[in-house]
């Protein structure tokens, strides 16, 4: 069983950065794949961007050049950090956590959620 918790969002203008953090429990969470998803209202939950537990990075095309995902093990969590934020990367960002060696991006595949954060660009 793994827990996730993110923090992190908040109100910033087109341009702006900000850093999601998701803080996992369990002893195991380095042999999860980690994923970020996001959800604006009216629409699917998205997916954003994933790493494996051997370190492999995916991104949605949307987000590539301007997101980052790391982890570390050692703290038990994941990171996104979003860089040249628009006002069309307002949603709702969650964590989620999967026990597997490879990544995916779709929702179906992540067996852990978190509650979710919100995230609102300005323009």
């Known amino acids: 069983q793994v827990q996730l918790v993110e923090s992190g969002g908040g109100l910033v203008q087109a341009g702006g950065s900000l850093r999601l953090s998701c803080a996992a429990s369990?002893?195991?969470?380095?042999?999860?794949?980690m994923g970020w998803f996001r959800q604006a209202p009216g629409k699917e939950r998205e997916f954003v961007a994933a790493?494996?537990?051997?370190?492999?990075?995916n991104y949605a095309d949307s987000v590539k050049g301007r997101f980052t995902i790391s982890r570390d093990n050692a703290k038990n969590t994941v990171y996104l950090q979003m860089n040249s934020l628009k006002p069309e990367d307002t949603a709702v960002y969650y964590c989620?956590?999967?026990?597997?060696?490879?990544?995916?991006?779709?929702?179906?595949?992540?067996?852990?959620w978190g509650q979710g954060t919100q995230v609102t660009v300005s323009s």
């Open positions: 989620a956590a999967v026990w597997s060696a490879g990544s995916s991006t779709s929702r179906e595949a992540y067996d852990y």
């Open positions: 790493i494996t537990w051997g370190g492999s990075l």
């Open positions: 369990g002893r195991t969470f380095s042999r999860y794949t």
